[in-house]
Protein backbone atom coordinates (compact mmCIF):
# COMPACT_ATOMS: atom_id res chain seq x y z
CA UNK A 1 0.00 0.00 0.00
CA UNK A 2 1.26 3.62 -0.98
CA UNK A 3 2.00 5.73 2.43
CA UNK A 4 -1.96 7.06 2.97
CA UNK A 5 -2.38 10.59 2.10
CA UNK A 6 -5.14 13.17 2.03
CA UNK A 7 -4.98 15.08 -0.82
CA UNK A 8 -3.65 14.75 -4.33
CA UNK A 9 -3.90 16.44 -7.78
CA UNK A 10 -4.81 15.48 -11.26
CA UNK A 11 -2.91 15.73 -13.72
CA UNK A 12 -4.59 18.83 -15.75
CA UNK A 13 -4.72 20.44 -12.25
CA UNK A 14 -0.66 19.73 -12.04
CA UNK A 15 -0.01 21.46 -15.88
CA UNK A 16 -2.03 24.47 -14.62
CA UNK A 17 -0.30 24.48 -11.44
CA UNK A 18 2.65 24.56 -13.25
CA UNK A 19 1.78 27.70 -15.51
CA UNK A 20 0.39 29.74 -12.55
CA UNK A 21 3.93 28.85 -10.46
CA UNK A 22 5.94 30.47 -13.80
CA UNK A 23 3.73 33.64 -13.16
CA UNK A 24 3.28 34.49 -9.22
CA UNK A 25 5.98 31.41 -7.87
CA UNK A 26 5.49 28.85 -4.95
CA UNK A 27 1.86 28.47 -4.74
CA UNK A 28 -1.16 27.03 -1.98
CA UNK A 29 -4.21 26.21 -1.85
CA UNK A 30 -7.27 26.96 0.82
CA UNK A 31 -10.68 25.42 1.23
CA UNK A 32 -13.03 27.09 3.62
CA UNK A 33 -15.84 25.38 2.98
CA UNK A 34 -18.22 28.84 3.11
CA UNK A 35 -20.77 29.85 0.42
CA UNK A 36 -20.03 31.11 -2.91
CA UNK A 37 -16.20 31.20 -3.04
CA UNK A 38 -15.39 29.44 -0.43
CA UNK A 39 -16.90 26.39 -1.55
CA UNK A 40 -13.80 25.65 -3.87
CA UNK A 41 -10.56 25.27 -3.35
CA UNK A 42 -8.37 28.37 -3.62
CA UNK A 43 -4.93 29.01 -4.83
CA UNK A 44 -2.95 31.86 -3.64
CA UNK A 45 0.76 32.70 -3.92
CA UNK A 46 2.26 30.81 -1.06
CA UNK A 47 1.91 32.69 2.48
CA UNK A 48 -0.27 35.64 0.62
CA UNK A 49 -3.36 33.54 2.60
CA UNK A 50 -2.71 33.74 6.71
CA UNK A 51 -3.41 30.52 8.51
CA UNK A 52 -3.42 29.78 11.63
CA UNK A 53 -4.88 27.82 14.30
CA UNK A 54 -8.25 27.89 12.42
CA UNK A 55 -6.91 25.69 9.63
CA UNK A 56 -5.23 22.07 9.31
CA UNK A 57 -2.73 21.23 6.74
CA UNK A 58 -3.47 18.61 4.79
CA UNK A 59 -0.45 17.82 3.35
CA UNK A 60 1.41 18.81 0.54
CA UNK A 61 0.41 18.40 -3.52
CA UNK A 62 3.85 17.03 -5.67
CA UNK A 63 4.27 18.34 -8.68
CA UNK A 64 6.84 18.18 -10.99
CA UNK A 65 8.97 21.17 -11.37
CA UNK A 66 8.01 23.05 -8.91
CA UNK A 67 7.74 23.08 -5.21
CA UNK A 68 5.40 21.14 -2.74
CA UNK A 69 2.02 23.12 -2.70
CA UNK A 70 0.54 22.88 1.01
CA UNK A 71 -3.63 22.29 0.99
CA UNK A 72 -5.52 24.02 3.94
CA UNK A 73 -8.53 23.78 4.96
CA UNK A 74 -10.81 25.81 7.68
CA UNK A 75 -10.55 23.58 10.97
CA UNK A 76 -14.52 23.91 10.86
CA UNK A 77 -14.85 22.26 7.68
CA UNK A 78 -12.06 19.49 8.31
CA UNK A 79 -14.46 18.45 10.91
CA UNK A 80 -16.94 17.32 8.10
CA UNK A 81 -14.45 16.04 5.88
CA UNK A 82 -11.98 14.57 8.30
CA UNK A 83 -12.93 10.83 6.29
CA UNK A 84 -12.81 12.04 3.05
CA UNK A 85 -10.08 11.77 0.65
CA UNK A 86 -9.58 15.11 -1.72
CA UNK A 87 -8.22 15.33 -5.45
CA UNK A 88 -7.73 18.91 -6.46
CA UNK A 89 -8.82 19.00 -10.55
CA UNK A 90 -9.94 21.66 -12.93
CA UNK A 91 -12.47 21.81 -15.33
CA UNK A 92 -13.14 24.81 -17.55
CA UNK A 93 -15.54 27.36 -16.29
CA UNK A 94 -15.09 30.46 -14.19
CA UNK A 95 -12.88 30.71 -11.30
CA UNK A 96 -13.33 31.55 -7.44
CA UNK A 97 -12.93 36.14 -7.38
CA UNK A 98 -9.50 35.94 -5.75
CA UNK A 99 -8.36 32.14 -6.87
CA UNK A 100 -5.38 32.77 -8.92
CA UNK A 101 -6.78 30.43 -11.76
CA UNK A 102 -9.92 32.93 -12.07
CA UNK A 103 -8.54 34.71 -15.16
CA UNK A 104 -7.75 31.69 -17.00
CA UNK A 105 -10.91 30.49 -17.95
CA UNK A 106 -10.79 27.09 -15.73
CA UNK A 107 -11.61 27.01 -11.94
CA UNK A 108 -10.25 24.24 -9.44
CA UNK A 109 -12.73 22.22 -8.04
CA UNK A 110 -12.72 18.91 -5.42
CA UNK A 111 -13.43 15.56 -5.87
CA UNK A 112 -13.32 13.42 -2.91
CA UNK A 113 -14.04 9.78 -2.06
CA UNK A 114 -14.14 8.26 1.51
CA UNK A 115 -10.81 7.27 2.75
CA UNK A 116 -10.03 3.74 3.57
CA UNK A 117 -10.28 2.14 7.46
CA UNK A 118 -6.28 1.18 6.38
CA UNK A 119 -6.14 5.18 5.05
CA UNK A 120 -7.43 6.42 8.22
CA UNK A 121 -5.46 4.26 10.42
CA UNK A 122 -2.29 5.43 8.64
CA UNK A 123 -3.16 8.73 8.86
CA UNK A 124 -3.68 8.55 12.83
CA UNK A 125 0.01 7.08 13.48
Known sequence: MDVANRVEVTGMAAELL??????????MFHQ?????????PMCYPAG??????????LGD???????P?????ARDQFAYWSHTHLTID???????????EAPTGNRFLIRS????D???????T
Open 61 to 67: LGVAGME
Open 90 to 100: VVPGRGSGFSL
Open 118 to 124: EELKALR
Open 32 to 40: SGGCCDGSS
Open 69 to 73: VPVWM
Open 48 to 57: EFLTGDSDVH
Open 18 to 27: RRLADEHGPL
Open 113 to 116: RLLT
